[in-house]
């Protein structure tokens, strides 16, 4: 039963904004800094990255290609990301933030 794990994490799966923003905020205070930010959206990298050794390799990657991507470059990206989603420049996401599309 190869879809069981897939059926739990699915479960698992935040339905809204505001569990989502649950979800990242680590310290409760009700919005999402860059450093929540990137340390959540980093777990599935770290997840993925079978041999611990801060790259995702193809055979790492879902159907075993793609480029190589190191952790921090990852980060930079994420880093990127957050300041195109923070519309309002404040340095924090609120749960309206985490449910629109990046901006360009």
């Known amino acids: 039963m190869l879809?069981?794990?897939c059926l739990v994490m699915a479960?698992?799966?935040p339905r809204t904004?505001?569990?989502y923003?649950?979800?990242m905020d680590a310290n409760g205070d009700g919005k999402v800094s860059q450093a929540e930010y990137v340390d959540y959206m980093s777990a599935g990298f770290r997840r993925m990255d079978t041999n611990g050794d801060g790259v995702l390799e193809?055979?790492?990657l879902p159907g075993?290609?793609?480029r190589a991507i190191g952790l921090e470059r990852y980060q930079d990206n994420l880093r990127r990301q957050f300041r195109k989603l923070d519309r309002n420049g404040d340095g924090c996401l609120n749960a309206r933030e985490l449910a629109a599309p990046p901006q360009a």
């Open 3 to 5: 879809w069981l794990p």
């Open 11 to 13: 479960q698992d799966f």
């Open 17 to 19: 904004p505001t569990e």
């Open 21 to 23: 923003l649950r979800q």
């Open 58 to 60: 193809p055979e790492e």
């Open 64 to 66: 075993g290609h793609g």
